[in-house]
């Protein structure tokens, strides 16, 4: 059984930084993937960064250049640095592993709302 717990949301000013953290518990092997992915109200769930095994991290247009997404291994965790955010950011954010021979685990979300 994989888990994965997300936190760091909350409400922030426009301009302001987040950081939020996916920590992964259970029997997990062979990642192949880890990402992050948002979901506005009323829209479908959109990647934000991802991390393929052996390659660069990509990131949506919309956040690239104040976005930045690492990783501890030996933590099994990963990070979502967030600066210069503003309302357009609002959504909850998942976090998402592929791991365990293709398979994809999600963690409940943590929402972010960007507001003055």
Do not use: H
């Not at 991290?57 to 104040?66: E, P, Q, W």
């Not at 990963?78 to 600066?83: D, P």
């Not at 592929?98 to 943590?110: E, F, M, S």
């Amino acid at each position: 059984q994989v888990q994965l717990v997300e936190s760091g949301g909350g409400l922030v000013q426009p301009g302001g930084s987040l950081r939020l953290s996916c920590a992964a518990s259970g029997t997990i092997f062979s990642i192949t993937a880890m990402g992050w992915y948002r979901q506005a109200p009323g829209k479908q769930r959109e990647l934000v960064a991802v991390i393929n095994e052996g390659a660069s991290t990509n990131y949506a247009d919309s956040v690239k250049g104040r976005f930045t997404m690492s990783t501890d291994n030996a933590k099994i965790t990963v990070y979502l640095q967030m600066n210069s955010l503003s309302p357009e950011d609002t959504a909850v954010y998942y976090c998402r592993f592929t791991a365990n021979r293709g398979r994809d685990y999600w963690g409940q979300g943590t929402q972010v709302t960007v507001s003055s």
